[in-house]
């Protein structure tokens, strides 16, 4: 079985998406990162996943979390343990 790797969908000059990728970068979370700016197809892709045009967008399967800052993905992250497992983040201690 191949293992599953998150897509960040990301735009230059975007301080949520630099903030978003050090975040997974500090806790060594692999990511896909896809440029909406430089790729149409990327950019249709996340409008088909969240319905919207706006990043950081993260998507991991079903889960979904559209144009957020950090607190607001790790409050939806507590509502999937088993995303949070799969990922690797520990306690919310070791988030900072």
């Not at 998150?6 to 990162?33: M, N, T």
């Not at 967008?57 to 889960?63: Q, R, V």
Request: net charge negative.
């Amino acid at each position: 079985m191949s293992r599953r790797i998150p897509i960040l969908y990301v735009k230059r000059g975007c301080p949520w998406c630099r903030e978003a990728l050090s975040f997974f970068s500090q806790h060594g979370i692999e990511l896909d990162v896809r440029d909406v700016d430089d790729n149409r197809g990327n950019l249709n892709r996340l409008i088909e996943v969240s319905g919207q045009s706006s990043t950081p967008t993260f998507e991991y399967d079903e889960f979904v979390v559209s144009d957020f800052s950090m607190e607001e993905f790790l409050d939806e992250l507590e509502q999937v343990p088993e995303v949070k497992r799969e990922l690797g983040l520990g306690d919310e201690e070791d988030w900072n």
